[in-house]
């Protein structure tokens, strides 16, 4: 995890973070989380802080689109809703 959203993650608690209902694996879960402290992010800057690799994120970040959890952006960012 990238340090920036690392330290946004580090001042939350437990009881304030809101992950939506659905969300079954550690990965859709960790993803959300990230994307919604960060914003917004690519593909290639999500892969650079959780160190998934792509293909598992790719995955992952289409089931949270499908499912209405994220969206993309004009610029082909991702960002929570």
């Not at 330290?7 to 990965?27: S, Y």
């Not at 598992?56 to 993309?72: I, K, M, P, T």
Request: proline share 1%; charged share 25%; net charge negative.
């Amino acid at each position: 995890m990238s340090a920036s959203t690392e330290q946004k993650l580090a001042g939350v608690a437990a009881a304030e973070l809101e992950i939506p209902d659905g969300l079954d694996t550690a990965q859709s879960k960790l993803c959300y989380l990230a994307l919604d402290a960060a914003g917004t992010a690519t593909i290639d800057e999500l892969d650079g802080t959780l160190d998934l690799g792509k293909l598992c994120l790719l995955s992952v970040l289409g089931e949270l689109e499908d499912a209405g959890h994220l969206q993309r952006t004009a610029d082909g960012r991702y960002a929570t809703q």
